[in-house]
């Protein structure tokens, strides 16, 4: 195995990983073969575009994301819910151990520039929650549907649906505000 050292910057110089645009994408860790196919392709869609891609580090759709990244070169970032690291997924390039369960799903959220929620289930509807109520926006492909029920005809600020794995990439990244 070869060993590579990170490149020691000078003040501030900026980091090129600093520089990545990081994507969150979320569902959930049981994905029947359909949204798996989609997790996948989201995955491909945000490495050819450049960007990294952060997830729960663990099975399902996390799984499908990474593995599509990683067939095109992308970079996988894990936030594992346990305490050790041979939990993430086998795509998973950077674990990030946190020994929180579904805490962790705030430190997904606040990693992300943006998140994409592949189907899911309630924790995916916990971290659709936690980056709306910090103002991130969060594009839903097979996923929750929200409305305010104390509010008719309430459209959900941040909360947008995508038609394909493609549109989903396309519109996450446009929703990302220019870096000042």
């Known amino acids: 195995m070869k060993l590579m050292l990170a490149p020691i910057y000078e003040i501030g110089e900026i980091c090129p990983l600093v520089a990545f645009v990081i994507v969150g994408v979320i569902g959930a860790s049981v994905a029947e073969p359909e949204l798996y196919e989609l997790a996948e392709q989201v995955g491909r869609e945000i490495a050819l575009k450049g960007a990294a891609v952060v997830c729960g580090g663990l099975t399902g759709v996390m799984e499908a994301v990474c593995k599509g990244a990683r067939s095109q070169g992308g970079l996988t970032i894990g936030i594992i819910p346990s305490d050790k690291k041979e939990d993430a997924n086998p795509y998973i390039q950077i674990p990030i151990v946190t020994g929180m369960g579904m805490g962790r799903n705030v430190m997904l959220v606040k990693t992300a520039d943006v998140l994409i ?64």
């Open 117 to 180: 929620a592949v189907g899911g289930e309630y924790g995916t509807l916990s971290e659709i929650a936690h980056a709306l109520n910090i103002g991130k926006t969060v594009v839903g492909l097979n996923t929750w549907k929200l409305e305010m029920a104390h509010k008719h005809n309430h459209e959900i600020k941040g909360l947008v649906h995508a038609k394909d794995p493609k549109d989903a990439v396309e519109t996450a990244l446009r929703a990302i505000p220019a870096k000042k």
